[in-house]
């Protein structure tokens, strides 16, 4: 489903890279900080690989995704990856309530995803053409450069 940002029942999952317990305050600070600001959220803490976890949020309409990774005990930041372009930039935890009001449009002035990404250092990008991959189980949306 592809839920606008401002119409989306869940606006933003909560993913550990890893199943590591150093990760789990973090999900947790992440999660009291969104709800606090009104975001609803979603902590998706299974074994599973975040890769799976993004799709399952994907499935659902949700348009953003924070990942708490092993940078993240470093510097106390996170990876936010918007669902359309699947682009991904480094934010700061303390910047995400804010940062996903404007996304959001709880603000007065709401802002697109092209903003967000020329304000933020961009970690991971899929550029070029989207192609389906058909397996037995499923059709996977994927680079055109990975099939």
């Known amino acids: 489903m592809r839920f606008a940002p401002p119409v ?8 550990n890279l890893q199943t590591n317990v150093k990760f789990m305050p973090f999900v947790a600070q992440i999660e009291k900080l969104l709800t606090d600001a009104g975001i609803t959220n979603k902590a998706d803490t299974s074994g599973q690989s975040v890769g799976k976890r993004y799709a399952r949020a994907d499935e659902l309409g949700t348009p953003f995704g924070v990942t708490v990774d092993f ?57 070029g053409p989207i192609r389906h991959q058909v397996t037995s189980r499923c059709i996977f949306s994927r680079p055109a450069e990975l099939i």
């Open 8 to 15: 989306a029942p869940i606006k933003c999952g909560i993913y």
């Open 71 to 127: 940078d993240t005990l470093i510097d106390h930041s996170v990876t936010l990856r918007e669902r359309d372009t699947m682009r991904q930039v480094r934010v700061k935890i303390s910047a995400l309530p804010s940062l996903l009001q404007e996304l959001c449009g709880f603000s007065d002035h709401p802002k697109p995803w092209a903003s967000i990404t020329s304000r933020f250092q961009l970690v991971c990008c899929v550029e």
